[in-house]
């Protein structure tokens, strides 16, 4: 029955992303993402697709920054070059070619956020699509077709929670900053309590850092943003025990398990500490780990699944994920940029490098694909202009 859920959720988003109405212009990139969080992966991958190529005419009049199609293309022959001197195989060429497939998303994807007014809209549709993607997931624990943590359709209770963060909680910090709106508040609660149901640890501190970051950037005061942070400072070094105390009484066997899976892959690494085992041989390596007590596809770690499978080459792209977000995060802090856009960049890059110690973020078309929109979104906002003293002054300030 789920099998047949997730699959109608995703066909239906190929068909309407093939039929181009007016009518249906928001619920076109509504299904979509929602197919992202819900569907079957690869079918809502297409979807994804055909809807960027057909609704918004991509006629390659996007961005001209040609430096990040190098710096892109090099990182993948690199990774190419590196997996066949691990001796891995043709066994890993579907990997590489999947690879290949979420690069070329990248691409559509930064081409139509550089289109005029396709970033609101498709932010709008992500923070709606994750919604769904909620209260399917709170439903369905209702009627008792599903059970805490597992209560997400087609998604383990971690990989839909990192959706809902990345796709769901930031988006809606966005918009509301830019609208007010207080549905985008709605959207938010709805969120957070379909991550506790999932006792997603590490995404409900990720979605109450966004709604921190959400705070300190809704006023302009000087003040109030000392004050804030003095606040949550304070907050942590009054209750650093009691923090403590609850971290360690909500250590469960997910948690350990993380934890052995990180001391396998260490060792398979001093293994093959130069070129590692190969783009996408985790899944072959991984189950192999006898120090838990399940077998598991990937390490549950970005960073850790860079150093196996490609050895220094991993080492150097772990650098560069976090070299790449501190730039954004310090870009939010620093530029003259729409207010909205600087809460963007900060809460979404702080995101994702806490969600690359849990989750294998390039590793599945359903991580994937966040992180291509996460950087095709903030190289766009890079790219505008710093506001004028006027325009800035046009910020909502209480």
Same mark, same amino acid.
């Given at each position: ?89 043709? &066994? ?7 690879? /290949? *497939?979420? @690069?070329?998303?990248?691409? %559509? !994807?930064? #081409? $139509? ?7 609101? &809209? ?7 699509? /994750? *919604?769904? @993607?909620?209260?399917?997931? %709170? !439903?369905? #624990? $209702? ?16 990989? /839909? ?238």
């Amino acid at each position: 029955m789920d099998v047949i859920i997730s699959i109608g959720i995703s066909a239906l988003a190929l068909l309407l992303a093939v039929v181009r109405l007016q009518s249906f212009r928001f619920v076109r990139p509504f299904m979509v993402f929602f197919a992202l969080g819900a569907g079957q992966i690869h079918l809502a991958l297409v979807a994804l697709g055909v809807f960027l190529v057909s609704d918004l005419n991509l006629r390659g009049d996007g961005p001209r920054r040609d430096r990040v199609f190098i710096m892109v293309c090099m990182v993948f022959l690199a990774i190419v070059l590196a997996t066949m001197l691990s001796d891995a195989g043709w &066994r890993v060429l579907s990997e590489l070619l999947q690879l /290949a *497939v979420y @690069v070329g998303m990248f691409f %559509l !994807l930064r #081409a $139509a956020v550089y289109q005029p007014g396709q970033m609101d &809209r498709l932010m709008a549709a992500s923070a709606a699509g /994750a *919604v769904a @993607v909620a209260l399917l997931g %709170l !439903l369905l #624990a $209702a009627a008792g077709m599903t059970e805490a943590p597992a209560i997400f359709l087609a998604r383990g209770a971690n990989e /839909a929670s990192t959706f809902l963060v990345i796709m769901g909680v930031v988006p809606s910090v966005f918009l509301f900053i830019q609208t007010r709106k207080p549905r985008y508040l709605v959207f938010i609660g709805i969120l957070f309590i379909a991550q506790i149901e999932a006792t997603s640890r590490i995404n409900i501190l990720l979605s109450i850092s966004s709604i921190c970051v959400m705070l300190f950037f809704l006023w302009r005061s000087l003040w109030w943003r000392l004050g804030l942070v003095a606040a949550a400072v304070s907050g942590l070094v009054v209750n650093f025990a009691l923090l403590e105390d609850v971290w360690e009484r909500n250590r469960n066997y997910s948690y350990e398990e993380r934890f052995a899976l990180y001391e396998g892959g260490i060792a398979l690494w001093e293994q093959r500490p130069w070129f590692g085992w190969g783009w996408g041989s985790s899944s072959e390596i991984v189950p192999r780990i006898l120090l838990t007590d399940q077998g598991f596809p990937h390490f549950h770690s970005t960073y850790i699944q860079f150093l196996v499978e490609l050895g220094v080459l991993g080492i150097f792209l772990t650098a560069l994920w976090f070299i790449g977000s501190l730039k954004m995060i310090h870009r939010g802090f620093a530029r003259q940029l729409p207010v909205e856009c600087k809460a963007y960049l900060v809460a979404v890059h702080a995101a994702l490098i806490g969600s690359g110690f849990t989750e294998a973020m390039l590793f599945g078309a359903d991580r994937a694909v966040q992180v291509a929109f996460v950087y095709a979104v903030s190289l766009y906002i890079s790219d505008l202009r710093p506001m004028s003293v006027a325009a800035s002054d046009q910020e909502q300030a209480y």
